[in-house]
């Protein structure tokens, strides 16, 4: 059986991209809580808030320096993998990559080595400073690759030229029609994720005396977050659904199975899409709310699959059944952030076990919804790369073999099962540790210079004595 180089491409890429999107999930919402709490610290002088800064910190730099290692190895696959999708976008795309590069990155490079090592070496304003502008850099790479990624979903600002995408207007290319619900929806839900890990860390240490002090405060400051967050990212996600039906109606119909268009549509709750019979089994529907979410109006055309080419259709069964597991983390998050303000209210937020193991539990929840959500994405985007224009199957390196392809998988598996497990034992161990454990900074020191002299103390001076 000869191997299919593009299936083999597309898995490849789909690996990758999976491992690597869990790191900005939590990194990008983790920059930010700790620049809140360095602010915190140099507003109010609250040791508390440095200690669980600085406990946060150590985690954050593990997964920051995974995300980087992994983040490489993406576009190294457009030279591999992907040339002729390279050769045809690169005038759009190369510079929206390269913005990322001039603002992202050089935040991070110039400001990362104060925030890790420079709490006793600069002004406490200064690694406050060093804090917010890392966080800024985070969101800076958001903006350029989500504008990327929304370019290939909603094409805007360009024109074709021998088979080439040239750019007419930079605006349009950037603020794509997609590119503003896809980085707020996408953001939020990196905060939200950031959130429930923070939450559950947070009920970890609370129940340990040694920390109680640094747990209870991440508890109450996760929980006030997800307060606001959660219910915000519904909202963002709703308004990205009207885009997605208005640009992209085909990957709608798939994530909803709807085969035939229709008005008064009902709600597909559950069932197995057929794609060969075009058909669903075992459904189970609530009448006319399907229009009225998808709409916005009881009497609202949805597009069915059927009005499409049949090579012009996504695949189903994924969209359909991602779009549901996300859906399904929603309202779980929406449950535990009213029952956190329930015990909030009855001033037994820190004492309720139950709660405090059920925060634990959902540490994971924003991971398998971010995960949800990009499957529902591009699959759901299927079978282009550029959206209508460009076909997957047209993008893939016209030299790649099937055992080539199947190697090179093989090794990424290989390494990231390597990596992965390695990294979340490192910062399980600075959880089990706790920020009780890290090693406070034991004088303020401004503008870097040190309370004595360098040479004091160092081997071979006897009695304080300077040579």
């Not at 990231?416 to 990294?423: C, H, M, Q, R």
């Amino acid at each position: 059986m000869e191997l299919d180089p593009v299936f083999l491409s597309r898995l490849q890429f789909a690996w990758v991209i999976g491992w690597h999107i869990l790191l900005p999930a939590f990194t990008v919402g983790m920059a930010s809580f700790i620049a809140l709490l360095e602010g915190l610290a140099l507003a109010t002088g609250r040791q508390v808030y440095v200690r669980v800064a600085t406990f946060w910190i150590k985690i954050f730099s593990i997964a920051f320096g995974m995300g980087v290692v992994t983040g490489i190895i993406m576009p190294f696959q457009f030279g591999t993998n992907w040339s002729r999708y390279a050769e045809a976008t690169s005038n759009v795309l190369s510079p929206l990559f390269a913005y990322e590069g001039l603002t992202a990155f050089f935040l991070e490079a110039a400001f990362l080595g104060v925030l890790l090592f420079g709490r006793q070496l600069v002004p406490r304003w200064a690694h406050f400073i060093a804090a917010l502008m890392v966080a800024l850099g985070t969101l800076f790479s958001s903006f350029w690759i989500l504008s990327a990624n929304s370019w290939m979903q909603t094409p805007a600002g360009y024109e074709i030229i021998d088979g080439r995408f040239f750019p007419k207007d930079w605006l349009e290319v950037v603020f794509n029609p997609s590119f503003p619900f896809r980085l707020a929806h996408t953001v939020v839900a990196f905060y939200v994720t950031t959130g429930f890990v923070v939450l559950g860390v947070g009920a970890h240490l609370t129940r340990r005396s040694a920390s109680y002090a640094e747990g209870r405060t991440m508890l109450s400051m996760a929980l006030w977050l997800l307060t606001v967050l959660v219910p915000l990212q519904m909202f963002l996600g709703d308004q990205h659904g009207l885009n997605t039906r208005q640009y992209q109606p085909a990957k709608l119909a798939a994530i909803e199975a709807r085969w035939d268009t229709g008005r008064g549509i009902p709600l597909t709750l559950f069932a197995i899409p057929d794609e060969k019979a075009g058909k669903n089994l075992f459904a189970i529907e609530v009448p006319v709310l399907g229009s009225l979410i998808l709409t916005h109006e009881l009497d609202g055309e949805v597009k069915g699959l059927n009005d499409f080419p049949a090579d012009q259709r996504p695949p189903v069964a994924i969209p359909f059944f991602a779009f549901r597991i996300m859906v399904g983390c929603a309202v779980v998050m929406l449950c535990m952030v009213l029952l956190g303000g329930w015990l909030r209210w009855r001033e037994r937020l820190d004492d309720s076990r139950f709660f405090l193991i059920l925060c634990q539990f959902t540490i994971p929840i924003g991971f398998v919804a971010v995960i949800a959500g990009w499957a529902t994405t591009e699959v759901g985007r299927q079978p282009w790369t550029v959206f209508g224009l460009l076909r997957t199957a047209d993008s893939v390196s016209p030299s790649l073999t099937g055992s080539n392809v199947a190697f090179s998988l093989l090794s990424y598996m290989l390494v990231y099962l390597i990596i992965y497990p390695v990294g979340v034992i490192l910062m399980l161990r600075l959880v089990r540790k706790g920020p009780a454990q890290v090693e406070e900074e034991v004088s303020t020191v401004e503008g870097g210079r040190p309370e004595a002299p360098v040479l004091a103390g160092a081997v071979g001076l006897g009695k304080g004595e300077v040579r």
